[in-house]
Structures are given as C-alpha cells and as structure tokens.
C-alpha cells in the first residue's frame, strides 16, 4: 500500500510538473488562447519638423536720427508738415543767415582784392619791378581768401537744415523764433520700408544663429497678422548681464504698418528635419533616469526602447531615436508592462497640432520650465502634425 501511494504520488508530480512547462512554452498562458494585456495605442507619425527659437523683441527702424543744425540761429521758416514724408535733401528748417550772407559778400571782396594783388604782382615780376617772394606771397594772400570765403558760403548753405534720407518727420521739439544750437534737437527722422525685427537670443543658441533665416513674428497691436523676415545682423559680441546675443532682421513695410517700437513675438527658425517621428507626450515614460516609449512590435508583444527627445509642440514630442515611423506606441497602460509581455492593442485618435502652435521647450527633450519665458525652442510642424 505504501509503494503504490508513492506510485501515484509520483505520477501526479510529473504531471503537474508536464502542465506547467506545456504552459510556460505556450507564453505563460498568454498566446493567442491566453490572456493578453489591453493597452491604448498610437501610430508615430512622420512629419517635417521646424526647429524654432522664440522670443520677443521690438521694431526699429533701418535709420533713425534725431536733425540738428550745423549752424546756430534763430529758426525763420519750417518748411515741412509733421508725419509728412519727405524726401532726400528736402529743406526742412532755414536759420536766419542774415549775418553769415554780410560775411560771405565781404569775403568775396577780400578774395578778389586778392586776385588784382596777385595779377599785378605777376606783372611787375615780368618787368623785374617785383621779387619772386612777392609772387609767392600775393599767391598764399589770395589761396588763402579763397579758402575763407568757401568755408563762409559752406555754413551760409548749411542754415538750411536737409533731409539726409527719404523717410518720415516726427514731432518737432522747436518753433519759429526758437535760437538754435548745434547740439539742439530740432525733429526726428526715421525710415520706414523696409523695417527691422530686433530681438535677443540667449547664448546657448549662439551656435544656431546665422545671417539669412526666416523669421516669422506677431505684432501685439496688430492681431490676426504674421510677418515674416531675414536675418541680416547677429552680434558678435554677447552682452551682459543677461548674456544675450542681438538679432536683426529686415522685413517689408510697404503698407506702412510696421512702426518703430512695436512689441513683436518671434519665432527665428533654426533647422528644417523633413523627416522627424513624432508621438504623443502621454507616450514618453521617465524611468530611472532614462526616457523610454514602450513599443508594439510584430508579435503582438511590447518592448521598452530608450529614446532621445527633440523638441515639443502642443501634446506631442518629437523623438529623435529609439522609434521609427508608424511604429505603435503605448499611450495609455504603461505602468503594467513588462518587456516581452503579450498586448491587445486599442488605438485612439491623437488629433494633431495646427501648424505654428506649441509650446516652448529646449532641445533635447529637456523641459523649458527653467527657461525665460519666449527663451526656448518649438517644434513647428508644417503639415500639422
């Protein structure tokens, strides 16, 4: 009785022992008669991507002075309208020349005093009645009575106050009668099409900065309306304390909208990836300092792929390795898996972001949390993903 109970207790070993092996190569229960993990799911999408810095800045305008005069006086005419355009050398103000008008007539006169002393000088030397020495003097004596009756009708000129370039007058700061120095404003000046963005970039993207990329801004007062602009200017030197570099660049003004001082929101694209993959932001797991997207491969079971993060737009990230396009991507149920488990995957819908919207973020897949605000970069799709 004993032999034949260990018998049977022997063979119900072995075939408990046989169940979990057929079970353990049948997937541990999971295969296609076992149970399979349901997960949400989400095709990566292939897309361009935009490489942007944003930021903020202002309008200027390409010149912009402030008019004195070269010659003190008191004003006697104002030959323009303010806000009026004018034109390159257009009289704008005339000073009184009244005194320098005496100087140049008695200029004249000395100078061609000078002129008959020379001439007979030149005689009497012909006739041996003069010295070379007197030649030579009568010559420095009328050069000289030149040169002081053109300085004298160069500042007589100079009482008519000019534009130096085509552009817009401002509000003037002097009247009729108002005496006049060289170092009185008089009115500002200032050109008008084209225009300037300026703006500043933090250092960290000095390396990303180049004369001829398009810049495309917003004009607070102007909503609704998108400019767009070339790079013309970048500093070479980085200003402190905010060690940040100057941007400049030129836009169009023709319908004369852009004006100097308007507050602008820029965005300064840096680099073009036609082919970039972009997945959902719920897809992006942290773990042990590492980035990972969960993947469903052929077999219907997941792997834990490690990725490097580019840049954010609105509830998408874009990846820069570690998935391919139109892989399936764990949205939803990722905090259950572990590699090589069996899936049932659900897909859902991940709208896409329109086209120039985003949030800002740095590069790499950091967080932008730390950054200035309008200091970080934006992925901005161009077909809306």
Request: hydrophobic share 40%; charged share 25%.
């Amino acid at each position: 009785m004993i032999v034949r109970s260990s018998l049977v207790w022997l063979l119900g070993v072995v075939a408990v022992v046989g169940c979990a092996k057929a079970e353990s190569e049948d997937g541990g229960g999971g295969g296609a008669d076992g149970f399979s993990m349901p997960v949400e799911v989400v095709t990566a999408r292939v897309d361009t991507v935009v490489d942007a810095i944003t930021t903020t800045g202002q309008i200027e305008a390409v010149q912009s002075i402030l008019l004195r005069p070269d010659v003190g006086g008191r004003i006697v005419e104002i030959l323009f309208r303010e806000g009026s355009t004018v034109a390159k050398g257009e009289p704008l103000f005339k000073v009184d020349d009244a005194e320098l008008v005496a100087q140049v007539a008695r200029a004249e006169a000395d100078r061609d005093l000078a002129r008959q002393a020379l001439e007979r000088t030149g005689k009497l030397l012909a006739e041996n009645a003069s010295s070379q020495a007197d030649l030579e003097l009568a010559e420095a004596n009328y050069r000289s009575n030149e040169a002081q009756l053109q300085l004298l009708q160069i500042r007589l000129e100079r009482t008519l106050v000019r534009a130096p370039f085509r552009g817009v007058v401002g509000t003037r700061s002097v009247s009729l009668g108002d005496y006049v120095t060289t170092t009185t404003e008089m009115v500002s000046l200032q050109t008008y099409n084209p225009q300037r963005a300026a703006f500043k970039v933090p250092e960290r993207f000095a390396e990303r900065l180049a004369a001829g990329q398009e810049v495309l801004f917003r004009v607070a007062s102007l909503p609704g309306r998108e400019f767009r602009g070339v790079v013309e200017f970048v500093d070479p030197v980085v200003s402190l304390p905010a060690r940040v570099i100057t941007v400049k660049a030129r836009v169009s003004n023709r319908d004369r909208v852009l004006r100097p001082g308007m507050f602008i929101e820029v965005r300064l694209a840096t680099d073009v990836r036609p082919s970039a993959v972009i997945v959902p932001e719920e897809a992006i797991v942290p773990l042990e300092g590492l980035v990972i997207v969960w993947v469903v491969n052929d077999e219907g079971t997941v792997e834990r792929r490690e990725v490097t993060l580019g840049v954010r737009t609105r509830g998408f990230v874009e990846v820069r390795s570690g998935v391919d396009g139109n892989e399936q991507v764990v949205v939803g149920g990722q905090v259950r898996l572990a590699p090589g488990m069996p899936v049932m995957p659900i897909p859902v819908d991940r709208p896409p972001p329109q086209q120039g919207g985003g949030t800002d973020a740095a590069p790499g897949g950091q967080s932008g949390a730390d950054d200035q605000p309008g200091d970080g970069a934006e992925a901005v799709p161009d077909s809306g993903v």
